[in-house]
């Protein structure tokens, strides 16, 4: 199993970053997949998530009407869209994957059992 997750960086307040993470080793369709992010010193925090045929999301309130996630199951990814970046968004973010067909994507780490290494985003203010 692998969750790579790319699109990271550096970028200044305001700006937008488009993160994608590629699912490989299990059965991307059959899955919620989600994004978490750790920013140092903090623990880790639910951002986003989807539903296996991404009909559904949940959203965190710290991201609502700024991130957006979407995903292509016939190319196995998942995107996370961020825009109006603020520093308070800089953290290493990752992506998950939650076996089932849930209506409802789920908001809480311990439901994911695949995750990725991350992608460090950094906004500088």
């Known amino acids: 199993v692998q969750l790579q997750a790319s699109g990271g960086g550096l970028v200044q307040a305001g700006g937008s970053l488009r993160l994608s993470c590629t699912a490989s080793g299990f059965t991307f369709s059959s899955h919620a997949m989600g994004w978490f992010r750790r920013a140092p010193g903090k623990e880790r925090e639910f951002v986003a998530s989807i539903t296996w045929n991404g009909g559904n999301t949940n959203t965190a309130d710290s991201a609502k009407g700024r991130f957006t996630i979407s995903r292509d199951n016939a190319k196995n990814t998942v995107d996370l869209e961020m825009n109006d970046l603020s520093p308070d968004d800089t953290a290493v973010y990752y992506c998950?994957?939650?076996?089932?067909?849930?209506?409802?994507?789920?908001?809480?780490?311990?439901?994911?059992?695949?995750w990725g290494k991350g992608t460090l985003v950094t906004v500088s203010s």
């Open positions: 998950a994957a939650s076996p089932g067909y849930t209506g409802r994507p789920p908001n809480r780490a311990p439901a994911y059992t695949y």
